[in-house]
């Protein structure tokens, strides 16, 4: 081979690769744009809400043994046809949208992701595709997803949706995952439904197995999301949920109507592994740093024990353990989806309202400690520490809650600082670097009992922490497994 030949090939290989960087590059910035709201937002909240709230956990006389209120049909054993009667005297006369949405805002919550479709199969709107839906079906005759899209807009907060994709539990050819007998009520024949739900994917009624899943996926599926997709606006998210046994193949038709849209965020449920999303759910936990380390990810976890209403509920997380993982998950560089599960005539429960308003008052003070934030990589003993950068320089907020006895804060690194300040109320703090670390004079006593917050700027910016595009890495779906 001549050398003038050889330099072409490399001059040539040289271009190839630069291309595929180049496109790499642009792919990356336009990801980055598509997640920028989300990663600023930080904070939303989840509705799951349907006519499981009719039961509130309860069936027979007893309270379900275990698991979500919302999957009490599946635990329970409950026929189709009881629960579609069951439904049709859904009539939610007490919900009003604009106060669902108004409690999110003064809460501090960006967004609000809806269940559109849980797993029993009923939409909450108007569907052509199935007439198990809250207009068709019920006394109460109103587009539930409809009236939220709009008072969204009025309150200018974002609105995503979430849709069971696989599990339907009243539309003929759904997915059903096998939950045993004695996770619901002490059925006298829970040994023959046992065998019956083995013997039959987990169904337990012969009405489900009346079509396939592909006649299901192609009948009420995709034709819901295509209208869910169309009929109400932008929609800022879609939350997909246990995929069961979907194919490659179906999941790849409902990316391709969700590629028509390339601004809409998704999660990763919607088929594993080839089929990652945008970003990962934990569900229920504040996973470790470095199991989330270098991508997008959510908490999704409920304020009391249920993702559907439970009218025995008395498991309500307290102010501080909700405030607390708010600022730990934003200090992994997480956001965190905070459940509320309003009850048969629309109603949030006041345990849950107690708790958001909780939220909310330190929120208004202390929410520029987790809106726009990034994880710091720091893990001080005393609390969290979130970051945020400027064009010359970062800052640090150091989220006490356990504060010094001896007015002394130790941060274990060694920066140049700009300046230290309590956020609350701006009062100017000192801080020195030793052998130790960074130490700061603090206040004998903490400003707030469940997480004061220091504003510390620094002379110059830290190296960046950047966030890549998902990747096939997983947590577990709760409900799939246990």
Request: net charge neutral.
């Amino acid at each position: 081979m001549s050398s003038r030949l050889k330099k072409m090939m490399l001059l040539l290989v040289a271009v190839v690769c630069l291309q595929s960087l180049s496109a790499q590059n642009s792919a990356q910035k336009n990801h980055d744009q598509k997640m920028s709201w989300w990663r600023e937002a930080k904070f939303g909240m989840f509705i799951h809400w349907g006519p499981y709230a009719l039961y509130g956990g309860v069936y027979n006389g007893f309270e379900q043994h275990r698991g979500g209120a919302e999957w009490i049909m599946n635990r329970c054993k409950i026929p189709v046809a009881e629960y579609r009667a069951k439904a049709s005297t859904f009539n939610p006369v007490k919900f009003d949208a604009d106060s669902i949405v108004r409690l999110a805002k003064e809460t501090g919550m960006k967004y609000i992701v809806f269940t559109t479709k849980h797993h029993d199969g009923f939409a909450m709107f108007k569907s052509d595709a199935s007439e198990f839906n809250i207009v068709d079906y019920t006394p109460y005759k109103k587009d539930i997803v409809a009236a939220l899209a709009e008072a969204c807009r009025r309150y200018d907060m974002k609105l995503g949706f979430y849709y069971s994709q696989s599990q339907d539990w009243c539309n003929a050819g759904g997915a059903t995952a096998r939950k045993l007998m004695w996770e619901g009520w002490p059925n006298r024949d829970s040994v023959r439904i046992n065998n019956y739900t083995e013997a039959n994917n987990g169904a337990w009624d012969c009405l489900q197995r009346d079509a396939t899943f592909e006649e299901y996926f192609y009948r009420v599926s995709l034709p819901q999301v295509k209208e869910l997709l169309t009929n109400y606006g932008d929609i800022a998210v879609v939350w997909w949920d246990t995929p069961m046994s979907i194919s490659d193949s179906l999941a790849g038709e409902l990316k391709s109507e969700l590629d028509k849209y390339p601004r809409i965020i998704t999660n990763d449920r919607l088929k594993r592994p080839n089929f990652p999303g945008d970003y990962k759910t934990p569900e229920g936990l504040v996973p470790r740093a470095e199991d989330i380390e270098g991508v997008d990810w959510e908490t999704c976890m409920n304020i009391g024990s249920s993702w559907g209403y439970k009218s025995w509920d008395k498991a309500w997380k307290s102010p501080e353990i909700l405030i607390r993982n708010l600022i730990t998950i934003a200090a992994r560089g997480g956001n965190y989806l905070l459940n509320i599960g309003p009850d048969p005539e629309g109603l949030v429960p006041g345990e849950a309202v107690s708790r958001l308003k909780d939220m909310g008052q330190w929120m208004s003070i202390y929410g520029e400690a987790v809106y726009g934030t990034q994880r710091s990589l720091l893990t001080p003993e005393w609390g969290e520490c979130t970051r945020k950068d400027g064009k010359s320089n970062t800052t640090l907020y150091l989220c006490v809650f356990d504060w010094p006895s001896d007015g002394k804060l130790l941060l274990d690194v060694q920066y140049k600082v700009k300046s230290v300040k309590m956020l609350h109320d701006g009062k100017k703090l000192t801080a020195k670097n030793t052998k130790e670390g960074l130490v700061i004079d603090v206040p004998e006593q903490a400003p707030n009992s469940i997480a004061s917050v220091i504003k510390l700027e620094l002379n110059a910016k830290l190296p960046a922490t950047p966030v890549k595009s998902n990747t096939a890495r997983y947590f577990e779906i709760v409900d799939e497994k246990n």
